[in-house]
Each structure stands twice: as structure tokens, then as C-alpha cells.
């Protein structure tokens, strides 16, 4: 690795009146099929985070809010990236030792990688970094097709508000601050293929009010609370989060909107496809129409 190959990315950012919204597609916004997703919080003033390389794995990090410096290393170079947009995004390829450091209050890192958790894929120890530092085994003609679209075809069901399942996530408690973490048909009952996340949301405005044909969602409140309006033609449900290792699976279906929003929340949303405007049902009588058959 090089600190060259290390790259800001600008991620796409949708300014609305309601809360801003960015969004990232695996393969096309970042070079690698998302895998996991976690995110790091409660860190307390002074503390670093980090201190390891990866194999074979790639990362994206971004402060979702707050700042903190993220330094990286290639055992020649050090070059510190400082983290303070939620429409920035700092790419990692594989075998790149960093770490993370100068929090301020109330950070929020997001970390989007390539793999699943695998104890052996870290490198913890910074000489035998040095001594090995070509870890990177990614393939350049995978990354030649990183524009590939993703084809998905499922039939619409009827399902109910009582089909969507509040999910308990990891929570990886440590006085540097706490982690949760998200896999891939592992902790959500998908293959993580997009995310995005809502924040500067102004109070009283709710966002959502759409169900989806195909897509299933999962609902976090990475910072703050609000809660989730849920209604399937003839059953309404509202549910409240609150915790960032608390997690609201939203299967197609289901006319959902956001709306109750603490002061700083930011809700982080993964969905099982890419977007595609043709799955949206952003009218309430085409929902039931299409639902029922009314």
C-alpha cells in the first residue's frame, strides 16, 4: 500500500428542507461490495481508536457527525485526513495501518468494509506490518467493474406491520468508545447492497411516507431518537428508536415514514437493493391498490 492509493471520496448529497440526505451504493459511490457496516460512538475526549492494518479487507470511513482525525501509515509516509462532512468519505484499501484519533464531542464514525469479520484478516502489530506491508490482494480487474448493475427480481407479497422486527445488534462495549456491527445475511436477513443515512433534520419534519416492492430496509438512530410510523393497508404500528445497537427490519410492502426527530438525530438506513426508482410506491391509494388489489 501506498498513501497515495488513499482517497477522499465525495459522496452524493441531497439537500432537502426536511434533513439532508447522503446516499452509497456498493460498487459504484465505493470500489467494493459492502460486507459490514459498524459504527463508533460514546468515544470518550483523548482516546484513539484503530491501530491496525487489514489483509485483504477495504474501508470507507466517515464521521456521520463530529469530527476526528483518521492517520494513516504505509511505513514510510504518515498523512492525517481530517473528518468533518458526512458527504466525505475516506477510502482505504487493504494494507493501510491507521488509526483514529482527536474525537470531538458527540462523533459518530461510520465504517463501511469489504469483508465479514475475520479475526485473522487484522494485523495488529505494527512491526510485523513493516515487515509485510504488501497485504493488498484485491484484483485490479474487480475494480475495473465496480459500475456493474445488480439485477434483483422478486414478487410483490402482502405483509404485515407485525413483519417488521426490532433487531437487537452487537454492541461491542469499551471504555475508547463502543462499536456496533452490522454483517450481511448474518445480524440483518439480507445482502447489504446500499445505505444512506438522514441528518441536519430540522424538528417536526418526518421523512419516508413510501413503501417499496422489493427492497427491505433496516432502520437505525445512529445519533438521537424518532420514531417509525408503519402501516400495511389495515394494521398501523409505530415503533420508537432510540439506541444505536437497536435496529428496525422493514420487509417490501410496508408503508413507512420517519418522523418525531430529536434534536441532532441521524437515521441510518440499509437496504437489501441498489436504488431504483421503479420500486418506490410513493402514492397511498397506488399502495393499496397494488396490496390489495382495491
Known amino acids: 500500500m501506498n498513501t497515495k492509493e488513499v482517497k477522499i471520496i465525495e459522496l452524493p448529497k441531497i439537500i432537502d428542507h426536511r434533513g439532508n ?3 452509497i451504493e456498493t460498487q459504484k459511490h465505493i470500489p467494493f461490495k459492502m460486507e459490514r457496516v459498524f459504527w463508533i460512538y ?3 475526549g483523548g482516546e484513539t481508536r484503530g491501530g491496525h492494518a487489514y489483509k485483504h479487507t477495504e474501508e470507507v470511513i466517515i ?3 463530529g469530527s476526528f482525525d483518521v492517520i494513516i501509515d504505509d511505513g514510510k509516509t504518515k498523512k492525517t485526513f481530517s473528518l468533518n462532512r458526512s458527504y466525505y468519505g475516506l477510502y482505504l484499501p487493504a494494507g493501510t495501518w491507521r488509526h483514529m484519533e ?3 464531542t458527540n462523533s459518530l464514525a461510520l465504517v463501511i468494509a469489504s469483508t465479514p469479520y475475520n479475526p485473522e484478516d487484522y494485523i495488529r502489530d505494527y512491526q510485523e506490518f513493516l515487515n509485510n506491508k504488501d497485504y493488498s490482494y484485491n484484483k485490479t480487474e474487480e475494480k475495473n467493474d465496480i459500475f456493474k448493475k445488480l439485477k434483483f427480481e422478486k414478487e410483490f407479497m402482502t405483509m404485515s406491520v407485525w413483519d417488521c422486527s426490532l433487531i437487537n445488534l452487537p454492541k461491542i462495549e469499551n471504555l475508547s468508545g463502543n462499536i456496533t456491527v452490522v454483517e450481511s ?3 440483518i436477513p439480507f445482502k447489504l447492497n446500499r445505505l444512506f443515512y438522514i ?3 430540522p424538528g417536526g419534519e418526518s421523512r419516508g411516507a413510501h413503501a417499496h416492492k422489493n427492497c427491505q430496509q433496516f432502520i437505525i438512530a445512529a445519533s438521537g431518537a424518532f420514531e417509525v410510523f408503519l402501516d400495511d393497508g389495515k394494521n398501523k404500528r ?3 428508536l432510540n439506541r444505536p445497537y437497536l435496529g428496525l427490519h422493514i420487509p417490501p410492502g410496508i408503508w413507512a415514514a420517519e418522523q ?3 434534536s441532532g438525530s441521524i437515521c441510518l438506513v440499509l437496504t437489501s437493493e441498489v436504488y431504483d426508482e421503479k420500486d418506490y410506491i410513493r402514492n397511498y391509494n397506488e399502495f393499496i391498490r397494488i396490496t390489495y388489489g382495491n
Open 21 to 23: 440526505l447522503t446516499f
Open 42 to 44: 460514546d468515544v470518550p
Open 63 to 65: 464521521a456521520l457527525s
Open 102 to 104: 482527536n474525537f470531538s
Open 185 to 187: 445475511n448474518l445480524n
Open 199 to 201: 441528518y441536519d433534520i
Open 238 to 240: 409505530t415503533v420508537l
Open 260 to 262: 418525531g426527530f430529536s
